[in-house]
């Protein structure tokens, strides 16, 4: 068999993508840390986030290229670079719902997603970038979760109540990313694709919901935030 190349041009032109989101994303959340005070440790860390997620973003477009990819994966709205939580609301609180939503469930899940990628990338590229983005996951969630920290430090009231309130639609929406099979999905993804980094749909759920089980809701637990009741409140797609 061999690999069916337009699948995997296509996932690493939406990694390219993806990749510079985080990076546009992690800017703007570190001007949120800047103005609100957070401390220099976490400041520097996130400065350090958003040149790791550019350099992610580089290696991404490097496989595109190399797979013949000529498009311009940052052809999108403006719209899609920037954070999407809380909107109009103050900025302390689009920083907690930006860091729970993308930067400690988002980045938390991500990990082990991206690990088991890594354990099939054979081909040179993917491999490199992977093994990027796989090493500087480890950092990029603990700092996820100091600023969380730091947030409850701040305010603890605020934190509680915007967990206790977003939680389930954040879980949710990552479970329908992640953890859920499409009704009908034809799975397009084999053993050739795997060595281009790619994962079937079957992994990405089991990976899901390994981590939700043994890292997620632990995390969330040792910090006495709703995490387990959100999940039993979270909207079912399936339902
Ligand atoms: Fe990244």
């Known amino acids: 068999m061999t690999a069916n190349m337009d699948i995997i041009r296509a996932e690493w032109q939406a990694r390219t993508l993806a990749e510079y989101r985080a990076a546009a994303v992690a800017g703007e959340f570190l001007c949120w840390l800047i103005r609100l005070g957070f401390s220099p440790e976490v400041l520097q860390e996130a400065h350090r986030v958003v040149g790791n997620e550019l350099r992610h973003a580089e290696l991404c477009f490097e496989v595109y290229q190399g797979l013949g990819g000529d498009g311009d994966p940052l052809d999108v709205a403006e719209g899609c670079l920037v954070a999407h939580q809380g909107v109009g609301k103050p900025t302390f609180q689009r920083l907690v719902l930006a860091c729970l939503d993308t930067f400690c469930i988002g980045?938390?899940?991500?990990?082990?997603?991206?690990?088991?990628?890594?354990?099939?990338?054979?081909?040179a590229a993917p491999r490199q970038a992977l093994d990027r983005i796989v090493g500087d996951g480890v950092a990029h969630v603990d700092f996820a979760w100091k600023v969380l920290d730091e947030a409850m430090e701040q305010d603890k009231k605020v934190v509680k109540g915007l967990a206790k309130t977003h939680l389930p639609s954040f879980f949710g929406k990552v479970e329908k990313s992640w953890g859920l099979l499409p009704e009908g999905w034809v799975e397009p993804v084999g053993p050739e694709e795997l060595r281009h980094g790619l994962m079937p749909r079957v992994r990405y759920k089991r990976?899901?919901?390994?981590?939700?089980?043994?890292?997620?809701?632990?995390?969330?637990?040792?910090?006495?935030?709703?995490?387990?009741?959100a999940w039993g409140k979270r909207p079912r797609a399936d339902k």
């Open 107 to 123: 980045g938390t899940l991500a990990q082990p997603l991206f690990e088991a990628m890594q354990s099939g990338a054979t081909e």
């Open 207 to 229: 990976a899901f919901y390994q981590a939700v089980a043994e890292d997620l809701l632990p995390r969330l637990d040792s910090r006495n935030l709703p995490g387990r009741a």
